[in-house]
């Protein structure tokens, strides 16, 4: 069964500095991977999604992602971090096409002055 | 606008009242899905469509049901709610896997 695992649950970070959020998935083939943010109170906005192709993807609000097939790893970075960044974030898995699409536990991150 | 619909934003039930959650969307996509959030516990699948009259289980259907008799809309019914069943429901939808979700504001339910 496919299932993703975000092993931090409270990430702290000052505004101005870099960002990596790690998640590792268990996947039988090549997997459909998404990161997604989620400010409070709100729904959940794609941020971005790996396939197929570059393993390094570029997404919105200036965030990046990696994945790495030998470790089972899709994380997520940014070098910058904004106090607006502040919000849960969570990766997923999903077969592609449309199947069953798995999501971790989520990432609280906080953004401090 | 492209967006996807829900319908109560709150409702606060009591044990055994039937309820639907109305979920809709205007980008004619084929794929939609509803999912339950609990703290600790992230977003966990309770069904999914993959078009009209199509629809399977994901991880936690017991106490759920669905139904998608056309492809704009896809209800959430719960038959007998109980308070376990309480939590924050969203709807989304896709045109497939490669190309992520849209997500609905949420539900947020209560059951008493």
């Known amino acids: 069964a496919q299932s993703v695992t975000q092993p931090d649950i409270h990430i702290t970070v000052s505004e101005g500095a870099s960002l990596e959020l790690r998640c590792n998935y268990s996947?039988?083939?090549?997997?459909?991977l998404f990161w997604y943010v989620q400010s409070p109170g709100q729904g959940l906005q794609l941020l971005l999604k790996y396939f197929s192709g570059d393993t390094l993807v570029q997404g919105i609000k200036g965030f990046e992602a990696e994945f790495k097939r030998s470790q089972s790893s899709f994380n997520l970075r940014k070098p910058s971090v904004h106090w607006s960044d502040a919000a849960e974030y969570y990766c997923a898995v999903g077969k592609g096409g449309y199947q069953k699409v798995t999501f971790g536990t989520g990432t609280k991150l906080q953004v401090i002055p | 606008e492209a967006q996807v619909t829900q319908n109560p934003r709150y409702l606060i039930t009591v044990t055994g009242k039937k309820l639907t959650v109305t979920c809709s969307q205007n980008?004619?996509?084929?794929?939609m899905s509803w999912y339950r959030q609990d703290p600790g516990l992230g977003l966990r699948q309770i069904y999914y469509s993959m078009n009209v009259e199509v629809t399977d289980k994901g991880d936690v259907p017991e106490g759920y049901k669905v139904s998608r008799k056309e492809k704009r809309n896809f209800p959430l019914i719960l038959e007998s709610p109980s308070p376990n069943q309480t939590s924050l429901y969203f709807c989304?939808?896709?045109?497939?896997?490669?190309?992520?979700?849209?997500f609905g504001s949420g539900t947020r339910l209560t059951v008493v």
């Open positions: 989304a939808s896709g045109t497939g896997g490669d190309y992520g979700y849209t």
């Open positions: 980008m004619n996509h084929e794929y």
């Open positions: 996947y039988g083939a090549t997997p459909y």
